[in-house]
């Protein structure tokens, strides 16, 4: 080997923990709340108040088997829930009911990521640090509020697929657009709905032996997740190319000054002590469970996206923009049946970013003043060139505004095309040869990256009202090629 | 006979189960768990392989809970035994400043 | 005639209430009276007088006192569980079983002591003082269910309740000469029993004889929603009638009768004299194997203190009980409230279950030790092909003296010798007063296939006819 630099491949892995859309907390009946005032959804069960035991909330497994499903995961005909024993303020039995050798989802993939698991548990109550810093370290007194404590989880593991933080990112948009679709969980990062994880390691590329893990606690957003990972990966490269070794730790991520810090070790001497929960029986997910939990599925993004490229001849990019947002691929398809069949399904594709660019990139088109069925009447214009794509894109912004139908507004604001039989444009068209002899003599010698100048003069000329390739084909016509 | 238990393993069960044990207590520890391990020590013996673990011994599954909310509890009396009540919620030392 | 009226069953006053007979409030306050002057130990709350709603005459139970096992939460009432960490804790809802005596019209009139948190067969290891036993006030009641076991004995409550985790309810009854039933694990909700064990503690009822246990079992049996492990009794529970016992089989297991099993003399006479009344009375006695059962004890020494140590880690000063603020910090005020909660007993079995469930000892001892139960619930139903009950006798010994094995933890274990199988195995067993040994009760126990109690009971009722033990004399004892 030469002294040539090592290039470093970053191995990642998810531990995401998803809130469930229960009404009832996992195995008591308080109502699930956010925001609430503390400790008023709580009963002798979440309190951990003794004599009291737990009882497994039915709609927590379907969605459990829901889950499992639409990440393919074989569903465990029998599981189990264990006893995970620690002690902390926010847990009040002094252990969480959790599965752990037989989980209710086995082995999945979803996209390029392979599933690990899925299993079952219940939230740990929330614990608010009052003191001088009002931050854990420093503070002196904590307050627990048992509001979520016992809130229904789903935990999913991946295999160590990811590869970057982008990808990372990218990836975890695909897992919440698909709870969002199948309707589990808010998947609300900022309102904890959706908690992220991160094991990360660095190996020399090419190498199949996966380097020592870090594990990213608290990383609750998209935005920390990508930072937080990508400052991992960065540390631990520059120590292996410093010759050093990575230490096997958790490190807590705050999104205050986007460091990660390291937890102490005392607190990772875990010995959880688990044994199979004699309070509970075991979960035999039955065909019926089975089929319910099926036949509640919806299409599911990826397979929306697959179809949409492959149906519709989408690109791949234009196809998850459009499923991996349900309103955006709702909208399209709405506006692909209200244009009837002779409606360019790709250029109406086309067409969905302009229109989220104008009613804001948050917004559901659904809430906008432009119906699917003006969206695909402005597309027939396009395409049977009665209205230039320049001149459409004005349209749009009018159609945003006004919730006018597109041809009463191209009509009002007579931004109709000019066509080649029109005897206007051939005239412009001259007009911008005769303007600029340069550039016509250059497109004549073949060089038609000069045309550009020639079609900006004839644009501004008609106020974008022509279309672009007319444009072209009459230069090319005057110019004799 | 199994050996006498040593003390870091004492204080490191104890410490696991919360429990602060004197010095005296750890000594007394060491010699009654022993004991009690030795006799239970036979049962390491026997040819058990195959033979499934019983966590329950009723043939029961599936005992779930329709998602249906109940009362919660009022939050006096939710706090009525706890033995600091702050804010509406359950005072205890933070986590953060268990150092010395 | 208060001492006619003592003389009745839980079930005779409950039906001479009914019939107009017997005014309810009187036979309240003669039970009330003598439980306050109690001066066995046996309560740790009593009520101050007859319940503010009266008596409902019409209901099975016809308010017919009843002592409750400190560990059943009672709302509002002290609920300590025989534990200085509990100490003046009132929960704020009931016992499902308790609940379900109340509607069929038992009324409450006090809760009784026991070892802490059920650890204990003496019941000197309740926090608030020893229970002493009524045949004689020097020695030790049984346990852990001893203050509701002394009560009944001595005739300051008619019946009361149990629990039973690996003898509980049955080496009590047989110490203080009364009948002990524990039911098949999950017959009765465990719903607000401060849990010991929770695969095998089972509430059960502690009575002066078969038809009262019959009764009382009658109505805490049944399906609880609020109890994943409970099981709807497959039968009604029947008052018992059979007066022989025409080719019922009995089997008599060697390995927990051999030379090396600890048992007394006297108690293994007790225990041939009633095989040879149940052969008067049609039976068909022989021996039957049960190889695991000698291991029974230690694999019941390491799943009941493992269960346990992850039962009673919600005892931590946050939400209830005892706070002891040690240094200041989280981790010392959690050390240093355990450590002044708990008796030693309770430490000791924590550190066991903690160390048997710690990484790397988990196969070893929990892995274990839960194969093991497997064997002997094999153990059982292969001798229930040939056999309808296995009897031995309840406990080793009679009631032992105060004093005389609590230095000896192991020695304390080996009560449980002969009641731990049946518990491992979750099936039900009885112990009856079989005789006196030296003066002292001695127990005999029946076990059944699981859901068998209806047969169990019927087979107990007909020897205890049979035995006629009299148990008067602790009665006439347990008066202060
Ligand atoms: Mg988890
Ligand atoms: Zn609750």
Not at chain 1, 34 to 63: I, K, S, W
Not at chain 1, 87 to 115: A, H, N, T, W
Not at chain 2, 15 to 28: M, N, P, Y
Not at chain 2, 38 to 55: F, M, N, Q, W
């Amino acid at each position: 080997m030469s002294g040539a630099a090592v290039e470093y491949e970053p191995v990642i892995g998810l531990e995401i923990h998803v809130q469930l859309r229960t009404r009832t907390k996992m195995f008591c009946g308080c109502e699930l709340s956010f925001g609430d005032e503390p400790n008023v959804h709580t009963c002798p069960r979440c309190l951990g108040l003794p004599g009291t035991l737990p009882v497994v909330n039915a709609q927590a497994v379907h969605y459990g088997i829901m889950i499992g499903l639409a990440l393919g995961c074989e569903i465990a005909p029998r599981s189990q829930f264990h006893r995970k024993n620690y002690f902390y303020p926010d847990l009040p039995k002094g252990y969480q009911i959790s599965q752990y050798d037989v989980p209710i989802c086995g082995p999945g993939k979803l996209g390029e990521v392979r599933i690990h698991r899925v299993h079952l548990e219940e939230d740990a109550a929330k614990l608010v640090h009052v003191g001088e810093s009002g931050r854990i370290h420093g503070a002196d007194r904590s307050v627990v509020d048992f509001n979520r404590g016992g809130t229904p989880l789903a935990e999913i593991v991946t295999e160590p697929d990811l590869h970057s933080a982008d990808e990372a990112r990218e990836w975890l948009n695909l897992l919440r657009t698909t709870l969002r679709a199948i309707g589990v969980s808010d998947v609300n990062m900022e309102e904890g709905s959706l908690r992220c994880d991160a094991n990360v390691s660095v190996r020399p590329l090419g190498s199949d032996q996966l380097g020592t893990k870090t594990e990213l606690k608290n990383m609750n957003s998209f935005r920390f997740l990508a930072q937080g990972v990508k400052a991992e990966i960065e540390r631990q490269t520059a120590l292996l190319r410093a010759g050093e070794q990575v230490q096997q730790e958790t490190l807590h991520f705050d999104p205050a000054s986007g460091r990660l810090t390291p937890l102490r070790s005392k607190e990772q001497a875990h010995d959880y002590r688990y044994f199979p929960e004699p309070d509970l029986v075991p979960l035999v997910v039955t065909e019926a469970m089975l089929e319910r939990a099926r036949a509640e599925l919806p299409e599911l993004p990826a397979d929306r996206a697959a179809r949409l490229e492959r149906d519709l001849g989408l690109s791949g990019e234009r196809a998850r923009e459009l499923a991996f947002r349900p309103e955006l691929g709702d909208f399209y398809e709405a506006a692909l049946a209200a244009g009837g069949p002779q409606l360019d399904a790709v250029a109406l594709a086309n067409w969905i970013p302009p229109l989220v660019e104008r009613i804001g990139s948050d917004a559901d088109p659904a809430g906008s003043r432009v119906s699917p069925s003006a969206l695909a009447a402005l597309v027939a214009l396009v395409s049977s060139r009665a209205v230039s794509q320049t001149a459409a894109r004005d349209v749009l912004t009018l159609m945003v505004q006004s919730g006018d139908q597109p041809a009463t507004i191209v009509e009002r604001e007579g931004l109709g095309a000019i066509g080649g039989d029109d005897s206007g444009l051939a005239q412009v068209v001259a007009a911008a040869i005769a303007a600029d002899p340069d550039a016509a003599e250059k497109v004549r010698d073949g060089n038609m990256k000069a045309v550009g100048p020639l079609v900006g003069y004839v644009m501004r000329e008609t106020k974008g009202r022509a279309d672009g390739g007319e444009i072209t084909r009459l230069i090319r016509e005057q110019l004799g090629l | 006979m199994v050996a006498m238990l040593e003390r870091e393993t004492v204080d490191h069960v104890a410490r696991l189960a919360r429990l602060a044990l004197s010095d005296a207590e750890t000594d007394v520890m060491a010699v009654e768990l022993s004991k009690i391990l030795d006799h239970i020590e036979a049962i390491r013996t026997l040819d058990l392989d195959g033979v499934e673990p019983t966590s329950h011994v009723i043939d029961v599954v599936n005992a779930l809970r329709a998602d249906v909310p109940h009362h919660s509890l009022p939050r006096e009396l939710a706090l009525a035994s706890a033995p600091d009540p702050v804010d509406g919620g359950f005072g205890v030392p933070s986590p953060g400043a268990s150092a010395q | 005639m208060s001492d006619a009226l003592l003389n009745l069953t839980a079930a005779a006053a409950a039906a001479a209430i009914r019939a107009g007979e017997l005014d309810p409030a009187e036979l309240f306050e003669l039970y009330r009276e003598r439980a306050a002057a109690d001066s066995l130990n046996a309560f740790s709350w009593l009520c101050d007088g007859a319940p503010d709603a009266g008596f409902d005459r019409s209901t099975p139970l016809a308010g017919v006192p009843l002592g409750v096992k400190d560990l059943f939460c009672t709302a509002g009432i002290p609920t300590q569980s025989g534990s200085r960490i509990l100490e003046g804790y009132r929960p704020p809802y009931t016992a499902t079983v308790v609940e379900r005596l109340y509607a069929a019209g038992a009324t409450l009139l006090g809760k009784t002591h026991q070892d802490e948190f059920a650890m204990g067969s003496s019941n000197e290891n309740c926090a608030f003082g020893p229970v002493l036993n009524p045949w004689d006030r020097t020695r030790v009641p049984g346990g852990s269910s001893g203050g509701s076991a002394a009560a009944v004995a001595a005739g300051l409550v008619p019946w009361a309740l149990g629990t039973d985790t690996g003898g509980s309810i049955r080496q009590p009854a047989s110490f203080c000469g009364i009948v002990g039933l524990k039911p098949t694990y999950g017959s009765c909700s465990r719903y607000g029993m401060i849990a010991f064990a929770s695969s095998l503690d089972q509430a059960g009822p502690l009575t002066r004889d078969v038809s009262d246990s019959a009764l009382l079992f009658s109505h805490m049996v049944g399906q609880d929603a609020n109890d994943s492990t409970s099981l709807a009794f497959p039968e009604p529970v029947r008052m018992p009638a059979r007066r022989e016992l025409s080719g019922v089989r009995l089997g008599v297991p060697e390995e927990l009768l051999s030379a090396d099993s600890g048992i007394d003399q006297g108690v293994r006479e007790s225990f041939e004299q009633t095989l040879s009344l149940a052969r008067g009375l049609g039976a068909v006695v022989s021996p039957c194997r049960l190889p695991h059962a000698p291991h029974a004890l230690s694999a019941y020494y390491i799943v009941a203190p493992a269960e346990a140590s992850a039962n009673l880690a919600r005892f931590d000063g946050v939400r209830y009980g005892l706070r002891v603020p040690g240094n200041g910090d989280l981790e010392s005020m959690y050390s240093a409230t355990r450590a002044a909660g708990f008796g030693p007993e309770v430490k000791r079995r924590i550190m066991l279950g903690t160390y048997a469930l710690s990484s790397g000892y988990y196969d070893a001892y929990y892995g274990t030790a839960l194969r093991v139960r497997t064997r002997i619930a094999q153990d059982f139903q292969r001798a229930f092909e040939q056999f309808d009950f296995i009897v031995t006798p309840t406990a080793p010994g009679t009631a032992f003296e105060l004093g005389a094995k609590s230095s000896d933890p192991l020695a304390m274990y080996l009560n449980d010798f002969c009641t731990v199988p049946m518990s491992l195995a979750g099936i039900p067993a009885i112990s009856i007063p079989a005789g006196l040994s030296e003066g002292l009760p001695v127990g005999f126990q029946l076990a059944g296939p699981a859901f068998s109690e209806n047969r169990l009971l019927d087979a107990a009722f007909a020897l205890e006819q049979a035995i006629g033990f009299d148990g008067s004399p602790a009665r006439a004892g347990g008066r202060a």
